[in-house]
């Protein structure tokens, strides 16, 4: 198989777009075994999921040649020591740094179709704050303990507001199966991080 995936810092949901890039749709989410796989049968050795700007922007996904390359991604990626959270450098309230995870807002309808519970942090860009004295969304997502996919999205019009009935930015917004079940709102700083930390703990029941 040309199409090797690393789930090391792959979030491996069903909202993945390498899923629509796929011409073929051998590039799939198993809901039974909750996981993106390649269908050997269907795929025609093309390379989108690895290699178009509309598919995986982390290079969780990478694709082969012949069975030398195959070999060497393969190995590259068991001697991998990154994971997930070693890509969160995002900051809560923040200037966006990881575009991967940036979203627009026509986007996150598709991003909520996911099955895992996701946190979405809305920012206006008039509103963002130091990056040095903000908290690492990273620290965010360990007090959650949870699998859970992060987007971070930039308002840019009221009626997102008043669908989510946002007072104030930034915000969190955790969803479960596409619905609404909390919110965080108002920027807290690195100084007070064990209030934002303590308020985050309330979802871990997301999972």
Known sequence: MPVIINFKICDNCDACNAINVCPTKAFKWNEN?????VDEKKCIDCGLCATSP???QVGAIRYAKNEKEYEEIKKEIEEDKRTIADLMVDRYGAQPINLPFYCEENELDKILTTSKPC???VFQ???LECLIKSIPIKQILNAI???IVYRKLEIKSNEFLKKYNIKELPSLLFFKNGKMVGKIEGYIDEDNKD???NKVKEFKELN
């Open 33 to 37: 075994k909750k996981t993106l796989e």
């Open 54 to 56: 509309e598919s995986c």
């Open 119 to 121: 946190m979405i942090e």
């Open 125 to 127: 860009e008039e509103y």
């Open 145 to 147: 303990e949870s699998d």
């Open 195 to 197: 209030e934002l930390l």
